[in-house]
């Protein structure tokens, strides 16, 4: 039920009291009268008393009721406006929290800060301004107010001076206009943060600098004065990895007491220094930020996020790892097999020619020279086999001369060690990350192998494009031998062809292979960036 109005309650409690106190008044006023009966002073005094106190008593009280009604019709005007006051700053919060960044949170909160108070306004943030459109700036007077806890400032253009309720108004707009902004401004820093770490994960495959990077972001993010990785090793001792500005012991230790809990939840290990656990199905390690305890405590639901992204990086990383070792191993196994299959046998060849020439040079002299012209063509060729595998296990330096340059350099010697022509077509420019730019070139460094040694070929053409955002191409193509692609690879070049497929579509990229017999082959991958 709604509560009766004031104002109600009083007429209806005047509307009982008056008249009985009218009544009263004049019942005194008659007795009064009585010792002046009969005489004309009587007459007088009760044509003034009804004359005029009547009328003055219903003046008095049609004033009092009007004074009241207008009281409370100021009152819900103030309400009224009170409530426009609210659903404009809501609608302001409601814009503000929908922007995608600060630059459009700015444009349409002065608009709907314009569109409220009825005047120009605008607003200034971190050297980002935005104006409704008929602010004039310096042009007209206007009132300023800072926004609180921020660089910034909220200028509008009354059409008139404003009152001081007025302004009391604008500086709590200001007030909220600041904290709907810090928020928008904390929300694009969170999501900056996390377009910088997808970045480094994308970008790098060596652990250490991965982990470097993703910690100078973190620490950035969280406005933290240190940090640092600690990832359990086979033994499950807590390895450091980076260390950032933290005082910890350098080498492993066991986990216990509260390191021990922190494998399972966020803790505090040591006065402003929080563990946030890396999982991954299992743990893995920790994430430590040093900082404001407060300042960490309202930032952890992202921190543990963030803390997803560096278990996640971590695997990846050390999965790469070992499938360099396998590569490695396989590598190794190549060669091995090579040596015995080629190397081996061919000297056990040469041998046999050079036994054979020995009894030959007594009885029959040509033909032992023959055999050793044979001994020495197999021999040079044997030479050329053995520097083209040493040159093709040659380190890589990409950091050093770039990923073009370093094409550049190595398909031209390695075709001057094999002994065909190269054509290179490379771009000025190719926008990829580490890893990929390291699957290419292994990638390469397989196709020229595999040419040279089953190939035969004349000449080789290199060919990388650029698909901007999206990555590259390489293609190798030769003008060999070629051969049956529906024919068993996985013996073909240090990986084979099966194995370089693989790299690249773990990469997320596409491998192609096309030949022709007595034609060619053309070798082709594309990998995102």
Avoid: C
Avoid at 19 to 47: D, K, T
Avoid at 144 to 169: C, D, N, W
Avoid at 352 to 378: H, I, N, P
């Amino acid at each position: 039920m709604e509560p009766i109005p004031s104002l109600y309650r009083l007429i209806r409690l005047y509307r009982l009291i008056l008249p009985l106190v009218i009544v009263l008044v004049v019942v005194l006023f008659e007795l009064s009268l009585e010792p002046y009966q009969g005489q004309p002073v009587a007459f007088w005094l009760r044509l003034g008393f009804y004359g005029l106190v009547g009328p003055l008593v219903t003046w008095m009280t049609l004033e009092w009721i009007a004074q009241q009604v207008q009281d409370r019709e100021r009152a819900q005007r103030a309400l009224e406006a009170a409530n426009r006051r609210l659903e404009a700053i809501g609608n302001i919060l409601k814009r503000a929290s929908a922007a995608d960044n600060l630059e459009q949170a700015l444009t349409t909160v002065v608009q709907e800060v314009a569109q409220a108070l009825g005047m120009e306004a605008a607003l200034t943030l971190e050297g980002v301004r935005a104006t409704s459109p008929g602010f004039k700036g310096q042009a007209v007077p206007h009132y300023e107010l800072p926004l609180p806890g921020m660089q910034g400032k909220l200028e509008v253009a009354p059409p008139r001076p404003l009152s001081g309720e007025e302004k009391s108004f604008l500086e709590v707009l200001a007030a909220e206009i600041a904290g709907a902004l810090d928020t928008v401004r904390a929300r694009s820093r969170d999501l900056l943060t996390l377009y910088e770490v997808d970045q480094a994960l994308r970008a790098e495959a060596n652990l250490e600098r991965l982990l470097q990077r993703l910690m100078e972001r973190i620490l950035a993010w969280a406005g933290a004065s240190g940090g640092g990785v600690l990832l359990l090793d086979e033994e499950n001792f807590l390895q450091p990895q980076v260390l950032r500005d933290l005082e910890l012991p350098p080498y492993a230790f066991v986990p216990e007491h509260q390191w021990k809990e922190a494998l399972e939840a966020p803790v505090f290990v040591r006065d402003n220094l929080l563990a946030v656990p890396l999982h991954q199905q299992t743990a893995i390690g920790l994430l430590l930020v040093q900082g404001e305890a407060d300042n960490l405590r309202q930032r952890l639901p992202f921190l543990r996020f963030l803390a997803a992204q560096v278990a996640l990086a971590v695997r990846n990383a050390q999965a790469y790892l070992r499938a360099e070792e396998l590569a490695l191993t396989e590598e190794r196994n190549r060669i091995a097999r090579e040596i015995h299959d080629g190397i081996a046998q061919a000297l056990a060849f040469m041998a046999l020619k050079l036994d054979l020439a020995e009894r030959l040079l007594q009885t029959d002299l040509q033909r032992a020279v023959e055999e050793l012209q044979q001994v020495k063509e197999a021999l040079r060729g044997q030479i050329r086999e053995v520097r083209r595998s040493i040159f093709a296990l040659r380190p890589i330096d990409l950091e050093r001369y770039g990923f073009l340059e370093s094409v550049r350099r190595y398909a031209s010697a390695f075709a001057e060690q094999a002994g065909f022509r190269v054509r290179l077509i490379l771009p000025e420019k190719i926008e990829l990350s580490q890893a990929s730019e390291l699957v290419f070139f292994r990638v390469l460094q397989e196709a020229l192998t595999n040419a040279a040694k089953h190939g035969r070929p004349g000449l080789v053409q290199v060919k990388i494009t650029p698909l901007g955002e999206r990555g590259g191409v390489l293609e190798i193509s030769d003008n060999g031998k070629g051969f049956k692609v529906s024919d068993s690879a996985s013996g073909m070049g240090g990986f084979g062809l099966t194995q370089m497929r693989e790299r690249v579509e773990a990469r997320g990229g596409r491998f192609t292979v096309e030949s022709v017999e007595h034609q060619g082959t053309t070798v082709r991958a594309e990998l995102p960036f």
